[in-house]
């Protein structure tokens, strides 16, 4: 085996990604350098194999439907409403569109499963609102952007997984509105309304927003109480949006179902695509043993749980600047799951950790995927998001740091919920 058949794919994906390629079609097109390279070894039909395996799974049935009932939220004014909401909330603060950007955000954390999807509607509704009212384009990008993967945190279901992410996301909530607070005084950014919202307003917008907030509360007593499995609530939640837009708020009408659909579909194929790719990439990435190599590096370099863990942080931060996040996410998990079995580290609270660090990846220049759908919207370069970025990042590592050192913050709320034993 020669260097050339070693690393001549993960080269072409580097300079695939200095040539501004997709993260998708990088790693598509290295994954394909290196079957026909092994020609010799490997059938160049067992391409097509690894990247359909890629979709094998059942939990990713869940996906496309969380997705459109996203989209449909977003169509039939149940989105506009927890917009409201929010405006109720933090209307009166300092930069309040920013802050009603991270409030929608968390709101919408429980409802959607897609980080892309709602950086995008953000980004069109308060970004665009945020850069007419005086506020800098690259900031509205950054915040948009970060709000967003917050989804990642508070996603509608997962088990265990779904309750452990609820305070690191809550505190991810509150990162980003004390960090906006400190730069939006700094730059004159205004409150909408000049006073707190009255009782009777913030009321109204309560009983609004009641059909909306029941969404994750459906979801929630749905797996918890074993009424359906976490796959099944997809398509749960998208019978009962279904219902919530047309009988609880009658504005979603049959023109719109060609719409919502097509908008589902894109932005699930736009996951989908990068999971096959990442599927065959992960392939080569086996058949070289460098999951074995990496593990063997961080298994030699400790055996403590907590520098094992801040060891393993670091090289996803430097991975993240390279590899966007889902990506990682996919490529990454088999290799590192013995690495913290071996040490005792418990598998949800790494896996809020592991989440949490790639989501930074989101909005990391250069391949971050949801800073580019802002900077697409928004019309922003990359080095202007680039700079406004940088206090939001800082905060993030802060918490990230945080999170690590204090497993407890994670797993409180599963252990309440599920118990300690319990395996979901």
């Given amino acids: 085996m020669t260097l050339f058949h070693l690393a001549g794919p993960s080269l072409l994906v580097v300079v695939l990604f200095l040539l501004s390629t997709p993260i998708t079609w990088a790693m598509a097109i290295g994954a394909l350098a290196f079957f026909l390279i092994n020609m010799d070894m490997i059938p160049l039909t067992n391409f097509a194999q690894e990247v359909a395996e890629g979709t094998q799974s059942v939990s990713l049935l869940a996906l496309p439907l969380f997705v459109l009932a996203g989209c449909i939220m977003n169509a039939s004014g149940i989105t506009r409403r927890l917009l409201t909401l929010a405006d109720v909330l933090v209307g009166h603060m300092t930069g309040a569109l920013a802050q009603m950007c991270t409030v929608l955000g968390t709101l919408l954390g429980g409802l959607t499963a897609s980080a892309n999807a709602d950086a995008a509607m953000l980004a069109k509704t308060l970004g665009v609102e945020m850069s007419e009212r005086g506020y800098s384009r690259a900031f509205a990008a950054v915040i948009t952007s970060s709000a967003a993967i917050i989804t990642s945190l508070i996603p509608p279901s997962i088990g265990r997984l779904f309750a452990a992410g609820v305070v690191p996301g809550l505190l991810l909530a509150a990162g980003l509105m004390v960090t906006t607070y400190f730069i939006a005084r700094k730059r004159g950014y205004k409150p909408l309304r000049k006073q ?3 009782r009777a307003e913030a009321t109204r917008a309560l009983i609004d927003g009641l059909w909306a907030l029941s969404i994750p509360v459906v979801i929630f007593a749905g797996t918890r109480y074993g009424l359906f499995t976490t796959t099944e609530a997809g398509a749960v939640v998208v019978v009962y949006v279904l219902f919530v837009a047309v009988f609880g708020y009658r504005e979603f009408t049959v023109r719109q179902v060609p719409e919502v659909l097509a908008e589902a579909v894109r932005d699930s194929a736009v996951v989908m695509i990068m999971i096959c790719a990442a599927a065959a990439f992960g392939f080569y990435l086996a058949w070289e043993q460098v999951p074995q190599a990496m593990s063997g590096w961080l298994g030699d ?3 403590n749980p907590l520098l094992m863990l801040l060891l393993i942080n670091v090289l996803l931060i ?10 990682a996410l996919i490529i990454l998990t088999p290799m590192l799951i013995p690495l913290i079995d071996g040490v005792g580290i418990d598998r949800v609270h790494f896996g809020i950790v592991f989440i949490t660090n790639l989501t930074i990846a989101g909005i990391t220049p250069p391949v971050g995927g949801l800073m580019y759908i802002s900077s697409m919207v928004l019309k922003v370069p990359m080095m202007a998001y680039a700079r406004e970025v940088l206090p939001y990042l800082a905060m993030m590592m802060a918490l990230l740091v945080v999170l690590s050192m204090f497993p407890q913050l994670s797993l409180w709320l599963p ?4 118990g300690t034993s319990a395996v979901q």
């Fill in 301 to 303: 370099a400790t055996d």
């Fill in 318 to 327: 430097v991975i993240g600047t390279a590899i966007e996040g889902s990506a």
């Fill in 415 to 418: 252990d309440l919920v599920y």
């Fill in 196 to 198: 707190r919202a009255t």
